[in-house]
Each structure stands twice: as C-alpha cells, then as structure tokens.
C-alpha cells in the first residue's frame, strides 16, 4: 500500500518537524509493507531530503516541466533537477494544474521526460462533478489515460491516482461501489489498452482517519494521495495505521 503526502502550497521549514513521528512510526513498522512518500513544495525537497535520509520515507515533488534537463523556462523545474536532489517520484497530471490549462498533451510530455530522468510518476485522473452527473466518467478516464500514457514504455513506473475532481478537498468521497467500480475500470484500461500486467492505483480525494475504514474495503485499491489530512502527523499516521493494522 502506497501512503502519499500532498502538502501542495502550505508548509515552511517548520514543518519539517512533524516528520519525526512518521519517522518513528515507520521504525517501529519496519516489517509491515507500506511506502510514505512525501510531496512537499519545491522549497522544502532539500531540506525532507535530508531529514528522510536512512529511513523507509521516499521523497516526491508535486509537478515539473517537461523539458529534462534545463532550459530557459523562468520559474519552472526540471525533472532532472527534482532527482538530483533526492526526488523518487512526481505528482503529473493533478486536477489543481489541469484546471489552470494543463492538457493531456503536456502531461503526456512531462511523464516522458519524468521516466527517463528516473523518476516515478504518480500520475492523475479523474472527472468533474458534471461529467460524473452526465454520466461520462469512464469516457474521460478512458480518454485521460490512454492521451497521458501515449508511447510511454515504462508503464510498471506509474502509480495512477484516481481522484475525482469534486471529492478533493470538499470531504464528501464517492460511495464505496461506484469508486469499487471505477478503479476496476482503470485497472482495466491499463491492462487490456497498455497491457500493464500489475497496474497500480490510488485513490484521492479527502481521504481523512474516518473515512479510509469504509474505503480500506475496497480491494482494488493500492494505496490513497492525501492532501489535506496529510499536514496533521498524527492524521497521517492513523490513515496508515487503519489501512495496514
Ligand atoms: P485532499 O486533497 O485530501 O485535501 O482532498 C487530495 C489531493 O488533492 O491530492
């Protein structure tokens, strides 16, 4: 099971300290299998870099540009530059970006050059509150993956993190068989389209200690990208904690 943290824009170097109890908590799991990845702001992957040294905590940053190296993009990063200094993964693809004109086309360019700077993609889907009520939801998954994934060869790189669009951040979360039946949709696509043999999948979308023992049921699902719950330590905590104990 895969726990990710999305700190999105909130977090200063005073933060970093509520990673002492993840920390903790990680040593005193070692044997369970689970993954934390944190996913702070840029200016705070130096500093969890070296704080999550010599622990089972992996680091992440929330975006990149899809230029690989370096180039004259003012305010941008580059993938290489996220693993250089210490990234493993990176979120593409979140509904927060999309809505501000991210196209499928570019997150298609950034996970190509995110793979082949060796990173990991926690790549994102999901519909909004009118598709799901005029019932498009599979055909905008269908079309989000198979236009973000287009001539990517790593595929077993990509975690997919189903989040519907009107579930981040407002707590309400999809009832347990629709959500049931959407991650088995993705599964699917990604086996029968890409041939994904082991397709993995989260899911996001205010995800919070209550709520995850109802979505724990839910056997197709890999793991849960938390945002907001994801900043209180002890939130985290207990999200996993409910998940693998
Ligand atoms: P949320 O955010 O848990 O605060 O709803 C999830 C996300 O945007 O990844």
Redo the contacts with the bound molecule.
């Keep these: 099971m895969y726990f990710i943290a999305?700190w999105k824009m909130y977090g200063d170097l005073k933060s970093i300290k509520s990673l002492n109890k993840v920390i903790k908590f990680t040593r005193l799991n070692k044997r369970k299998k689970f993954k934390i990845i944190y996913c702070p702001p840029y200016t705070l992957l130096d500093s969890f870099s070296k704080k999550i040294k010599k622990t089972k905590i992996e680091l992440g940053a929330q975006n990149c540009h899809f230029e690989i190296s370096n180039g004259p993009f003012t305010g941008s990063i580059s993938p290489t530059m996220l693993k250089k200094i210490g990234s493993n993964y990176v979120i593409i693809g979140?509904s927060?970006n999309r809505s501000t004109g991210e196209t499928n086309a570019e997150v298609n360019k950034k996970i190509k050059s995110s793979i082949k700077s060796n990173l990991k993609v926690i790549f994102c889907i999901g519909e909004t509150l009118i598709e799901k009520r005029k019932k498009l939801t599979n055909k905008i998954l269908y079309k989000q993956i198979l236009k973000g994934l287009y001539k990517i060869k790593n595929l077993n790189k990509i975690l997919v993190a189903y989040?519907p669009i009107w579930?981040?951040?407002t707590g309400v979360i999809p009832k347990i068989d629709d959500l049931d039946k959407n991650v088995t949709f993705i599964k699917n696509v990604l086996k029968k389209h890409l041939k994904v043999k082991n397709p993995k999948v989260l899911y996001?979308?205010?995800?919070n200690p209550k709520n995850v023992e109802n979505l724990v049921s839910i056997k197709a699902i890999d793991g849960f990208?938390?945002?907001?719950?994801s900043q209180k330590a002890k939130n985290f905590i207990d999200i996993v904690k409910k998940t693998i104990i």
């Design positions: 999305n979140h927060e989040e579930s981040i951040g996001g979308g205010s995800v990208l938390v945002g907001g719950a």
